[in-house]
Nanobody
Framework: VQLQAFGGGLVQAGGSQRLLCAASGSIFSINVMGWYRQAPGKQRELVAD??????TNYADFVKGRFTISRDHAKNTYLQMISLKPEDTAVYYC??????????WGQGTQVTVSS
């Protein structure tokens, strides 16, 4: 499985952005797809994920502001609204197959200016 992230960039506080993660390869082996983020000097943390059955999971700090969705087996989107400067981070696309093997895409920088 290969993952490629699109989107990101610079946005003002209060603004919105949408990230796309496009999967290729053995896409029908994918169970969970999600987004993690890593800010400078901090550990990588889960933002949100979604199972193949459509069950979603969100970190408390994005509930009500971010929405994860999935398009068939291969694309996942992260719609972000009401962005805050503390949302600034490199966002990474992630996937796990049904055997529990994890895959990572390249990161995409999201910068929220105050």
């Amino acid at each position: 499985v290969q993952l490629q992230a699109f989107g990101g960039g610079l946005v003002q506080a209060g603004g919105s952005q949408r990230l796309l993660c496009a999967a290729s390869g053995s896409i029908f082996s994918i169970n969970v797809m999600g987004w993690y983020r890593q800010a400078p000097g901090k550990q990588r943390e889960l933002v949100a994920d979604i199972t193949s059955g459509g069950k979603t999971n969100y970190a408390d700090f994005v509930k009500g502001r971010f929405t994860i969705s999935r398009d068939h087996a291969k694309n996942t989107y992260l719609q972000m609204i009401s962005l805050k400067p503390e949302d600034t981070a490199v966002y990474y696309c992630n996937a796990y197959n049904f055997a529990g093997t994890g895959y990572w895409g390249q990161g995409t920088q999201v910068t929220v200016s105050s």
